[in-house]
């Protein structure tokens, strides 16, 4: 099987929104709500984690819910990773404090882990019947907010000679000079970027042991640097070559304004998609202010600010078809002719398993 690649797209279908009670009021509660606006403002503040400002918009998206509201937003720990964010919910079951996040983003495939180790409180949005069944589970206790692919971000004031493929990243010009955006041992994002290695290296969706043989190829020719990157390192040229979400990388270069020069470039022979998931902690300080946040960000206002962010929002299909995407926006967004792998919660769950527990016994690499 290995010189074949087999790429499994998962189509999202779209169910048309329902016809909500008469009164519109529901068992899944609504930003309009005046009852949970109330109940919210009552609680006067919401705790976040794990949201970079530049990271699908979600600057703006704090900002505007703050102001709409009279929400205070706290925000902890804007560079952890989902397996952070889920050890935080763990952490402060007892704790009521600021410490203690009342919603979490995270990869897609810790679905059935915060489920299974009752980490999540389910809550349906208004737009509930919007959100593609493959992206929800059917309980309401997590759903798809968004999705991007997997792109090199290249500072090109420090590489003139941009890597356009993966293969590229073994070339011995590119000595010291490629990271990821996070600790494959427990960041969604640079656990997907080893599967997306894995898939275009000789692997499968069902096998990604190839992406960990391709990134200690990658570190013993002396290409790899052990650090978290970011926009800052980046920019330094600490760590000039980068993998992250497109829409990050995208967003750098608006940042960045040509200072330096930042180029986006998607591997020619393929890479991988990944959505991520809302859900609201079981034990959230703050629970009518964290199911106004679900509302506000699965409404069309929230959905076209994470589009403005370059992210694909998982309610696309549907506000494509009633007419209310931000057109501008829709505009902007980049497009990818090559092959995009789509796995599915199971397969992720397989490979980010696999990834964590043998990444220091391959690649040997302690990121930090």
Known sequence: MHTKKMFFVLSIVVIMSMLLAACGKT???SAADSDLVKAAKAEGSLTVIALPHDWCNYGEAISAFSAKYGITVNELN????????????KANKDNKGPQAPDVIDVGYGFGPQLIEEGLVQPYKVSTWDSIPDESK???????????????????SDVVTNVPQDWSDLLKPEYAGQF?????PRA???AQMSVYAAALYNGGSLDDVQAGLDFFKQVNDAGNFVPVIAKQATVAKG?????????YSALADKDTLAGNPN???VYP?????????IQAISAYAPHPNAAKLWMEFLYSDEGQNIWLKGYCHPIRYNDMKEKGTLDAEAVAKLPTFDGPVAFPSIDQINAAKALIADQWMSVVGADVK
């Open 27 to 29: 068992s899944t509660g």
């Open 78 to 89: 804007p560079d952890a990773g989902s397996a952070d964010e889920i050890e935080a919910i």
């Open 137 to 155: 589970d059917p309980d309401g206790y997590w759903y798809g907010d968004y999705y991007g692919v997997l792109a090199f971000e290249v500072n």
């Open 179 to 183: 990271a990821l955006s996070g600790d």
């Open 187 to 189: 960041s969604a994002q």
């Open 238 to 246: 600490e760590t000039p070559i980068i993998l992250r979400w497109d």
């Open 262 to 264: 930042i180029a986006v």
């Open 268 to 276: 020619k022979s393929g890479t991988i998609a990944g959505i991520y």
